[in-house]
């Protein structure tokens, strides 16, 4: 079980840290992925981790302003936003795949596990 939390209502510029918590033991065994779905749009990839959090990967579109960590001794994945956009609000999703490989996914159809997401306003 995956729950998001963190998201919120925040002008344009400041910043968010979303967490996902997972149930279970065998969270390191995961690799993590963050999606977001926009209204009237297709859900789209953020970020994501691989089960170590030793390999990350960005979508373009927030690379350099958002960070994916991990803390698999707390069973969480964190994502951190920053310089945060109108046009990053959205409801943000945390995803699991079993995988204790070196390379992460970046579809949507790679993921088992999703959380009921967390919503995202940035005002202008």
């Known amino acids: 079980q995956l729950v998001e939390s963190g998201g919120g209502l925040v002008q344009a510029g400041g910043s968010l840290r979303l967490s996902c918590a997972a149930s279970?033991?065998?969270?390191?065994?995961?690799?993590m992925g963050w999606f977001r779905q926009a209204p009237g749009k297709e859900r789209e990839f953020v970020a994501a981790?691989?089960?170590?959090?030793?390999?990350?990967g960005y979508a373009d579109s927030v690379k350099g302003r958002f960070t994916i960590s991990r803390d698999n001794a707390k069973n969480t994945v964190y994502l951190q936003m920053n310089s945060l956009k109108p046009e990053d609000t959205a409801v943000y999703y945390c995803a699991a795949r079993w995988s204790t490989s070196g390379s992460y996914k970046t579809s949507q159809y790679d993921y088992n596990y999703w959380g009921p997401g967390t919503q995202v306003t940035v005002s202008s």
């Open positions: 279970g033991r065998t969270f390191s065994s995961h690799a």
């Open positions: 981790t691989i089960w170590s959090g030793g390999t990350t």
